[in-house]
């Protein structure tokens, strides 16, 4: 069955959403301190690159060709990247509040 119509739209802009949310807490978070790095800070930045590769990596996925044009194996793939991505990102914030 195909994905909804605008699908692919609404992931791209949510993932890039998601992304810039990201830039804004690391730059409020300190990572440009020159502070010596501790364990968990190396760990949230870790979380967060993870979380941006997969974000950065949503709209190429989805958009990329399939076998049929009824098939929706890269909005799939898709929706499996962002809510990786989110969850990265959101694994990061909580990190640095706890940590």
């Not at 810039?20 to 790095?37: C, D, P, Q, R, T």
């Given at each position: 069955m195909p994905s909804p119509t605008g699908s692919v739209p609404a992931l791209s802009s949510a993932a890039s959403t998601i992304f810039?949310?990201?830039?804004?807490?690391?730059?409020?978070?300190?990572?440009?301190?020159?502070?010596?790095?501790r364990f968990s800070d190396v760990t949230v930045v870790?979380?967060?690159?993870?979380?941006?590769?997969?974000?950065?990596?949503?709209?190429?996925?989805?958009?990329?060709?399939v076998a049929t044009e009824n098939?929706?194996?890269g909005v799939c793939v898709a929706r499996r990247l962002f809510l990786t991505g989110v969850a990265a990102i959101w694994l990061a914030v909580a990190l640095s509040v706890i940590a």
């Open positions: 810039s949310i990201g830039i804004v807490f690391l730059g409020y978070w300190g990572v440009h301190e020159s502070a010596k790095w870790v979380f967060a690159l993870v979380g941006f590769a997969c974000l950065g990596l949503v709209p190429w996925m989805a958009t990329r060709p098939s929706d194996a």
